[in-house]
């Protein structure tokens, strides 16, 4: 009889844990943060990456997918502020320079084998590059030089990614970008007169082999 019980008690705790375990929910949603590490490779070896806004790829960047789909929603950005003043013995020149690009896309997974899969999607991205020079003379004139490069633009790519560990990942990309920029510079002296000395439209068709390496850290 005492065998009976103990075996309905068992079964019973058996029963209430799988229970448990199939009550827990789920997480539906990875996120995913991604940092470009190959400045940060190329400084240890005695080299450093360009400081072009339309030439580098993202330095950090996070990812969205379903914990069942291979399909992921990919977001990056890259940005650089750089401020400067040079005094010599008739004027006084300050620049500024800021620039940063955006990318929005999707992407679409598949494995290999272990650890190893590939992707590739598309981004719209856009970019941002301005810079103003001003030149105070110590007669009490002055001159000011702006410069803007700016507009959209959308990239193919095609991917490759190690799984270092279930929440650890290398990763590097190829891309074809399509780039529609503005040039725009112009001169404004101290009165506020402005002159225009370049605007036109310029369209690039830009491919990248794969040269930057990304770390990514799964939350």
């Known amino acids: 009889m005492v065998r009976y019980v103990m075996i309905n008690c068992l079964c019973m705790v058996a029963f209430m844990s799988f229970g448990q375990v199939d009550s827990i929910p789920q997480k539906k949603l990875k996120v995913e943060v991604l940092f470009n590490v190959t400045d940060a490779l190329g400084r240890g070896a005695?080299?450093?990456g360009s400081n072009s806004v339309l030439e580098d790829p993202i330095v950090i960047g996070a990812k969205f997918l379903s914990q069942y789909k291979a399909k992921a929603l990919r977001f990056g950005m890259n940005f650089n502020i750089i401020n400067g003043t040079d005094l010599s013995s008739g004027f006084i020149r300050t620049s500024t320079n800021q620039f940063y690009s955006l990318?929005?896309?999707?992407e679409r997974r598949q494995e290999l084998q272990n650890n190893l899969m590939y992707y590739y999607g598309a981004d719209l991205q856009y970019y941002n590059d301005a810079s103003k020079t001003n030149v105070d003379f110590f007669n009490g004139s002055s001159e000011s030089l702006s410069v803007v490069r700016n507009g959209p633009g959308i990239v193919a790519l095609l991917g490759f990614r190690w799984n270092i560990t279930p929440r650890f990942a290398l990763s590097t990309e190829a891309s074809l970008a399509l780039q529609v920029i503005n040039n725009?510079?112009?001169?404004?002296d101290i009165n506020g007169f402005k002159d225009v000395l370049e605007d036109k439209?310029?369209?690039?068709?830009?491919?990248?082999m794969p040269g930057a390496l990304f770390l990514t850290f799964e939350l």
Request: charged letters at 20%; hydrophobic letters at 30%; aromatic letters at 10%.
């Open 103 to 106: 990318s929005l896309g999707v």
């Open 201 to 208: 439209l310029e369209t690039r068709l830009r491919p990248v």
């Open 184 to 188: 725009y510079r112009y001169l404004t």
């Open 46 to 48: 005695g080299n450093s």
